[in-house]
């Protein structure tokens, strides 16, 4: 028995990529499992999102992309996220494609390529209006020149056109239309220049959702891969035929009678208000629980729904049961599904003012993954 485990369904990331599948009309997919895949664990998801369709996956960095490889999963993969002296030769060497929305970023791929003794494959990147990465709508002809010739001096393809939506999970927001005229402009000076990417992609998982136009070649679906909307204000999850893959829990570690007044945690925030029982839960800001959860959050424990009592403290907090019945290694659940009743992580996010991408991908390396046997009767894995 551990303190805590977060128990990851991989069946449920198959089949909420079967799903985006089906949303995503005749585009490819690509699974993004960068951050431990969400805080999923990468490499288990990564071959469950291919299991259940996915053509590509996606990572912000080439360490990630390399321990895929090591791993043998050699899906086409794309790593967008570079700095100076990265390490692109492993990268081309590994077959890893790579973004680049910055003539420096070039030359180093077209180094790397040097070195590998391979062409890179590249995906040219256009700021439509994110101002994150990309090249500006003035720089982009600059970069598009840099990318044709080193795709003359034979070290570089460019095999992709892409972009990133900055409001896509507010429907109608009128920078939408904007960015599509930019990114439909970007690809036809592209394309006037000669240049013929494989894949043209610009939508994430709530334009596979809610914006066609923006679907293209290929769709980029992170958080509704892992069962999570991107559109709460529209619905749950099953509204889009989703399943939330991870349920965290913690295990009881202490259960007792206080009396009525009792002082509980750092600061004394909380007092009983009777006598009551409370238990402690082996999880905390350590543990990706965040202390803003105090006294805010709510945990399922003893067949109820029960607000963090008092601090969210490094390594464990509190709730008060009443007169409930409990012991020591019971199960404590913070979020899941929703099918017991316990709270959810987009009901966590809007309890702390953030999004369900933060209350997942934040639960830390302390905690083990565990992942549930998938229906065709493989073994449990833990890591």
């Known amino acids: 028995m551990v303190p805590g485990e977060a128990r990851i369904d991989l069946d ?18 690509m699974a993004v499992v960068k ?47 570079t700095v100076p002296g990265d390490r692109f030769a492993a990268a081309v060497a590994a077959d890893v494609d790579l973004g680049a929305g ?24 256009i700021d439509t209006g994110l101002s994150r990465g990309g090249a500006t709508v003035a720089d982009w002809p600059e970069l598009v020149r840099s990318a044709r010739r080193h795709e003359a001096d034979g070290l570089v393809r460019v095999v992709g056109v892409w972009s990133h939506l900055a409001c896509a999970d507010e429907p109608g927001h009128p920078s939408l239309d904007a960015q599509l005229t930019a990114f439909r402009d970007a690809l036809a000076y592209a394309e006037a220049q000669g240049l013929r990417p494989e894949v043209r992609h610009l939508a ?35 509204r889009y035929g989703l399943r939330p893959a991870m349920t965290l829990l913690g295990r009881l570690a202490v259960v007792k009678r206080v009396a009525g007044g009792a002082a509980v945690s750092y600061g004394h ?28 959050a709510e945990v399922l424990v003893a067949g109820r729904r029960r607000r963090i009592a008092g ?18 290694g019971d199960e404590a659940v913070l979020f899941g599904p929703g099918d ?44």
């Open 12 to 29: 449920a990331v198959s089949s909420n990529v079967a799903a985006l599948r089906e949303h995503a009309g005749g585009a490819g997919l």
């Open 311 to 328: 601090r969210v403290c490094m390594d464990q907090f509190v709730v008060d049961l009443g007169d409930d019945a409990a012991a020591a």
């Open 204 to 238: 994430n998982s709530a334009a596979t959702l809610t914006l066609p136009g923006a679907r293209y070649d290929l769709v980029r679906t992170g958080i509704a891969a892992y069962g999570l909307t991107p559109v709460p204000q529209l619905g749950g999850p099953e």
């Open 35 to 81: 951050a431990d895949g969400y805080g999923h664990g990468m490499l288990p998801v990564a071959r469950a999102a291919l299991a259940g369709g996915a053509g590509w996956l996606g990572v912000a960095l080439i360490d990630e992309a390399l321990e895929l490889r090591v791993a043998g999963v050699y899906a086409p993969l794309l790593a967008w996220l």
């Open 340 to 383: 017991a009743g316990e709270p959810t992580a987009q009901d966590w996010a809007e309890v702390l003012d953030t999004i369900s991408y933060e209350i997942v991908t934040r639960v830390g390396a302390r905690v083990p993954r565990t992942y549930e046997a998938p229906r065709d009767g493989r073994e449990e894995r833990r890591s």
């Open 269 to 296: 925030t909380y007092r009983t208000e009777r006598p009551t029982t409370l238990a402690l839960v082996p999880l905390g800001y350590g543990d990706g629980v965040p202390r803003a959860a105090s006294s805010r």
């Open 102 to 125: 910055a003539s420096w970023t070039l030359d180093e791929i077209a180094k790397g390529a040097v070195e590998a003794d391979r062409p890179a494959r590249v995906h040219l990147k």
